[in-house]
């Protein structure tokens, strides 16, 4: 998985949309070819209360995708900005595509504050800026 000269992350919220169709709306929307590799990240929360976690990771290949399965974490964005850095140190840096969320500004903020949630694309932007000082090496990050 991680020898893929490019590398595509997209996360994905079970329930919502099966990843079947979350890769099929994505390739779509961002003309991506079905020759592509597009990996999926499912982050599962632990308690948020609590002032430890040990998160647990597997990967599963479900037909031809790749989805890499995180539980018992404190926030999905200190997830995903691990996982694409991560990738970043083999070929090129990933890119990490969301999707637009209909929350307003002020609820993605106070779910990120006090549930780990919410305005995930930006908070893994800016981990990843400050994680990576060389632009080159950082991974890119897409909302559309």
Same mark, same amino acid.
């Given at each position: 998985?991680?020898?893929?000269?490019?590398?595509?992350l997209?996360p994905?919220?079970? @329930?919502?949309? #099966?990843?079947w169709?979350?890769?099929?709306?994505?390739?779509?929307?961002?003309?991506?070819?079905?020759?592509?590799?597009?990996?999926?990240?499912?982050?599962?929360? @632990?308690?948020?209360?609590?002032?430890?976690?040990?998160?647990?990771?597997?990967?599963?290949? *479900? %037909?031809?995708?790749?989805?890499?399965?995180?539980?018992?974490?404190?926030?999905?964005?200190?997830?995903?900005?691990?996982?694409?850095?991560e990738? #970043?140190?083999?070929?090129?840096?990933?890119?990490?595509?969301? @999707?637009?969320? %209909?929350?307003?500004?002020?609820?993605? %903020?106070?779910?990120?504050?006090?549930?780990?949630? @919410? %305005?995930?694309?930006?908070?893994?932007? *800016?981990?990843?800026?400050?994680?990576?000082?060389? *632009?080159?090496?950082?991974?890119?990050?897409?909302?559309g």
């Amino acid at each position: 998985m991680v020898d893929l000269e490019y590398q595509i992350l997209v996360p994905h919220r079970p @329930g919502h949309m #099966s990843v079947w169709k979350k890769d099929e709306v994505i390739r779509e929307r961002f003309r991506i070819g079905a020759d592509v590799p597009i990996i999926f990240i499912e982050v599962e929360l @632990g308690d948020t209360s609590e002032f430890e976690h040990v998160p647990l990771m597997r990967i599963d290949k *479900e %037909n031809d995708m790749e989805i890499i399965r995180v539980s018992k974490c404190s926030s999905v964005s200190h997830v995903m900005a691990a996982i694409a850095l991560e990738f #970043s140190k083999f070929g090129r840096p990933p890119e990490v595509i969301f @999707g637009w969320s %209909n929350e307003s500004p002020l609820a993605a %903020n106070l779910n990120f504050l006090f549930m780990g949630q @919410g %305005n995930v694309p930006w908070m893994v932007q *800016e981990l990843i800026r400050r994680a990576e000082p060389s *632009e080159a090496k950082r991974p890119r990050v897409i909302i559309g």
